[in-house]
């Protein structure tokens, strides 16, 4: 999931960098509501499970944009500190 486009297909490639994150308003992330829209027009809602690799507000956001959905939310990086955050994605890569 990307702060500026939402949900984007792996294959995606991004036409530049840009500086936009749910962290800070004032960059503009995409908004709840089109994410929300987002998940019914790529029609995300068909899965039963959606990881989460990103720090607890990604989370939040995932959370809030599936709500309503029988969808279970697995977020195994979330509440770490940025290091930690990465040592563990390391680990499961490496498993």
Not at 37 to 58: C, G, W
Request: proline residues 6%; aromatic residues 10%; hydrophobic residues 35%.
């Amino acid at each position: 999931m990307s702060a500026k486009y939402g949900f984007i297909e792996p294959d995606y490639t991004i036409p530049g960098n840009y500086n936009v994150t749910f962290n800070n308003p004032k960059t503009k992330p995409i908004s709840l509501e089109i994410l929300r829209k987002q998940v019914k027009e790529k029609k995300l809602y068909r899965y039963s499970r959606v990881i989460v690799l990103a720090s607890k507000r990604y989370v939040e956001i995932v959370r809030k944009a599936f709500q309503g959905y029988n969808i279970r939310i697995e977020a195994p990086l979330e509440g770490l500190p940025i290091g930690k955050m990465l040592a563990k994605l390391k680990s499961m890569i490496e498993e």
